[in-house]
């Protein structure tokens, strides 16, 4: 793969690949991580030259399911915990379709749960982007499945007490086979886990830490979109196999990102159905048709 610095030092198009006289100004609030990750997305598309006619950009519903409104290519704005369903018809129907779903923290792993951990079982060649801003931004704040112990929300007015899901574990145990966490203050390497993500074969998952300084960043009194950046950066610290991770969150560096795991050995499950539709066909031909 092609240095991601490279590649986004060149000069790009981004324009072509958004709804620019339909859609715009975006609806997130000023500061919004989710801006950020739009511009890295276009970009992504750009640098490895893909089709719009060949890309397919799926989303639930929140914030991050705003995604696709803005983006010139076969889009599907779906229901709430519903997208990678959406998402694994459109696969399966044309396989050589280049599929990316988007989905918020909530939008993933709470209504959309089961999907999320069974399309991981599958292994089917969708990249997964969770964008994990540990709230309901859109629908007034309430906690997620990902808001930290003792936060606070107005579902939740004297802090959070349920254990938080760790997205990146879930997907591993689940069976993904491509893992990865960044944040949206880390631009470049999200820039480039998201190019190595889209190019894997098999049920890819990147979650990208995001910050909603509107509504959970207001409520715990945590800063402004600057602040919540600035954590972004102070919490992270890069994951490699040595890494202690019981003494970097004694350090206060709670945040592992990187490749967390990556597996190209598991069969993909488009290939596995597409022979179960080939050999039964065969084998009538064979049988000289009866």
Same mark, same amino acid.
């Given at each position: *793969?092609?240095?991601? +610095?490279?590649? +986004?030092?060149?000069?790009?198009?981004?324009?072509?690949?958004?709804?620019?006289?339909?859609?715009?100004?975006?609806?997130?609030? /000023?500061?919004? @991580? %989710?801006?950020?990750? !739009?511009?890295?997305?276009?970009?992504?598309?750009? =640098?490895?030259?893909?089709?719009?006619?060949?890309?397919?950009?799926?989303?639930?519903?929140?914030?991050?399911?705003?995604?696709?409104?803005?983006?010139?290519?076969? &889009? $599907?704005? &779906?229901?709430?915990?519903?997208?990678?369903?959406?998402? &694994?018809?459109?696969?399966?129907?044309?396989?050589?379709?280049?599929?990316?779903?988007? *989905?918020?923290?909530?939008?993933?792993? =709470?209504?959309?749960?089961?999907?999320?951990?069974?399309?991981?079982?599958?292994?089917?060649?969708?990249? =997964?982007?969770?964008?994990?801003?540990?709230?309901?931004? *859109?629908?007034?704040?309430?906690?997620?499945?990902?808001?930290? %112990? @003792?936060?606070?929300?107005?579902?939740?007015? &004297?802090?959070?007490?349920?254990? /938080?899901?760790?997205?990146?574990?879930?997907?591993?145990?689940?069976?993904?086979?491509?893992?990865?966490?960044? +944040?949206?203050?880390?631009?470049?390497?999200?820039?480039? !886990?998201?190019?190595?993500? %889209?190019?894997?074969? @098999?049920?890819?998952?990147?979650?990208?830490?995001?910050?909603?300084?509107?509504?959970?960043?207001?409520?715990?009194? %945590?800063?402004?979109?600057?602040? *919540? $950046?600035?954590?972004?950066?102070?919490?992270?610290?890069?994951? +490699?196999?040595?890494?202690?991770?019981?003494?970097?969150?004694?350090?206060?560096?709670?945040?592992?990102?990187? !490749?967390?795991?990556?597996?190209?050995?598991?069969?993909?499950?488009?290939?596995?159905?597409?022979?179960?539709?080939?050999?039964?066909?065969?084998?009538?031909?064979?049988?000289?048709?009866?």
């Amino acid at each position: *793969m092609a240095d991601a +610095t490279n590649q +986004t030092a060149e000069p790009v198009d981004r324009h072509s690949w958004l709804r620019g006289n339909k859609k715009f100004p975006h609806m997130w609030c /000023p500061g919004c @991580g %989710l801006g950020t990750l !739009l511009n890295t997305v276009i970009r992504v598309f750009v =640098a490895k030259g893909y089709d719009k006619n060949e890309t397919v950009v799926i989303s639930g519903i929140g914030c991050t399911g705003r995604i696709p409104v803005y983006v010139d290519c076969n &889009t $599907l704005h &779906t229901a709430h915990g519903r997208a990678l369903t959406f998402a &694994t018809g459109v696969k399966l129907a044309k396989p050589n379709l280049k599929v990316i779903v988007f *989905m918020g923290d909530g939008d993933a792993v =709470a209504i959309g749960g089961n999907h999320f951990i069974h399309a991981a079982r599958r292994n089917i060649d969708i990249t =997964a982007v969770v964008v994990n801003n540990s709230t309901y931004g *859109m629908t007034g704040g309430q906690h997620s499945p990902t808001t930290p %112990l @003792g936060m606070k929300a107005p579902t939740a007015v &004297t802090g959070n007490i349920d254990p /938080p899901f760790d997205i990146c574990n879930l997907a591993v145990a689940a069976g993904a086979t491509f893992v990865a966490r960044s +944040t949206i203050f880390h631009y470049q390497q999200t820039f480039r !886990l998201l190019s190595e993500a %889209l190019e894997h074969k @098999g049920f890819s998952v990147l979650e990208v830490v995001s910050h909603c300084h509107t509504s959970f960043g207001r409520i715990n009194k %945590l800063g402004s979109h600057l602040d *919540m $950046l600035k954590q972004q950066r102070d919490h992270a610290v890069v994951f +490699t196999p040595e890494l202690d991770v019981e003494k970097a969150r004694a350090e206060g560096k709670d945040l592992v990102i990187g !490749l967390l795991k990556k597996d190209a050995t598991r069969p993909e499950y488009c290939d596995q159905y597409e022979k179960l539709v080939i050999q039964p066909s065969q084998a009538k031909q064979n049988r000289g048709g009866v």
